[in-house]
């Protein structure tokens, strides 16, 4: 759901589909607008988990990507690859990559640009296994605030394939192939306080922490949906 002018019933709306789908997350807010006063729309056993919003415009980040990009070398015979509506045997791969990396994966409406436009990078081994991957959506509304940012993220390496900058490729790769297709121009990524590789990650695809805005996530539970 995205509204541009929230009205009384919006609450209620939205409280309905996050009890449907067991999270609700809020990007790029202040502070003060999120947080504990958007919990007291929920009812007891919901928590929210306070992630660092991080923001670039296509002039810095691009070409911070295309450096990135040409200083990480794929072992022979790895391929990476970008789709626009990945194939539903794809989709599970990815899925089933981010499960096994602690992210929690996006739905296949997602992936295939039903809900909105979008972009996946996938990348290989020289067997065919799906080592990395990457997402880039325009979640947001188009007259909103945030109506020319994609969201970008959801980034997983599978264990074996740490330590080869793999997921800095793929971050960097799905930002610039996703540019031309989806027509942004800023990028949004959110990420936890206490993940420093990960804001690395991010930081070197030339995106900023923003410190007036957070990005909340609200679930039932304790359990974090992404690192």
């Known amino acids: 759901m995205s509204t541009r002018r929230p009205t009384p019933d919006t609450w209620p709306l939205a409280r309905a589909i996050a009890e449907e789908d067991g999270f609700l997350c809020l990007p790029v807010m202040a502070p003060e607008r999120s947080g504990e006063a958007v919990l007291q729309e929920f009812p007891p ?39 626009g509506a990945p194939t539903e045997a794809e989709i599970d791969e990815v899925q089933t990559l981010c499960h096994a990396s602690g992210v929690s994966p996006n739905p296949a409406h997602a992936m295939t640009g039903e809900l909105a436009p979008a972009r996946t990078i996938l990348i290989r081994d020289d067997v065919g ?96 949906l992404t690192r």
């Not at 056993?45 to 691009?62: I, K, P, S, T």
């Not at 070197?204 to 990005?215: E, I, P, Q, Y």
């Open 45 to 83: 056993g919901w928590q929210y988990h306070r992630c660092d919003a991080f923001l670039g415009r296509a002039e810095d980040v691009l070409p911070a990507c295309e450096w990135v990009i040409a200083s990480v070398t794929l072992p022979a015979g790895w391929t990476a690859m970008s789709s």
């Open 129 to 224: 296994q799906l080592m990395a991957s990457a997402y880039a959506g325009m979640f947001f509304h188009p007259a909103g605030r945030l109506g020319k940012t994609t969201f970008a993220g959801l980034v997983c390496v599978a264990d074996e394939a740490r330590g080869k900058a793999l997921g800095k490729l793929a971050n960097a790769l799905v930002l610039r192939d996703s540019q031309g297709p989806l027509g942004w121009t800023q990028v949004t990524e959110f990420v936890a306080p206490d993940n420093a590789p990960s804001r690395a990650m991010i930081a070197a695809c030339g995106l900023s922490h923003d410190g007036g805005h957070v990005t909340d996530i609200f679930s039932i539970g304790s359990e974090r």
